[in-house]
């Protein structure tokens, strides 16, 4: 499997495997004219790389409803972490790389983040259950008396 290094404004970082590549140009984090090499390759532009033309003609392609059910299945930022580095999520949307987004994927992102991150609070009637379990055992070992056992004889 090939690793990736890539090359924006003089800058080089990498290796990544090539699904991370892809996944940067949907997400808009590369561009297709962005540089990209492997460990024995040198730099071609990511727009004339054969590993990445599917990609590439996915965003050149002009299909926006592809191309937005490719980036809401690439993102992988929660709805809470994206709130709490940038503020508000207007202002995050004046500062965000990739360019505006359409309200109903802000709602579906959102939904889809309520429904799979779990809950960061407990119920109170969880820390009432374990409670009793803990005074029911502490009361059966308070009152445990081991039974001796005696002897019968028979005539």
């Not at 727009?47 to 990445?52: K, L, R, V, Y």
């Not at 709130?83 to 939904?111: M, Y």
Request: glycine share 4%; with cysteine.
């Amino acid at each position: 499997m090939n690793r990736w290094y890539y090359r924006r404004d003089m800058h080089v970082s990498g290796p990544f495997p090539q699904q991370a590549i892809e996944r940067y140009l949907i997400l808009g984090r590369l561009t297709i004219d962005d540089e990209v090499r492997t460990d024995d390759s040198s730099w071609i532009r990511i727009g004339e790389c054969p590993e990445f033309s599917s990609v590439c003609e996915l965003i050149l392609g002009g299909d926006a409803e592809k191309l937005a059910a490719a980036r809401r299945f690439a993102d992988e930022r929660s709805r809470f972490r994206r709130h709490d580095e940038k503020g508000a999520p207007e202002e995050h949307r004046r500062v965000e790389r990739r360019g505006q987004e359409p309200e109903e994927i802000r709602e579906l992102r959102i939904h889809r983040a309520e429904i799979f991150e779990p809950p960061k609070y407990r119920s109170w009637m969880v820390y009432i259950l374990i409670a009793c379990l803990i005074a029911l055992v502490l009361i059966a070992l308070a009152y445990f008396q081991p039974v001796i056992p005696f002897k019968v004889r028979l005539k």
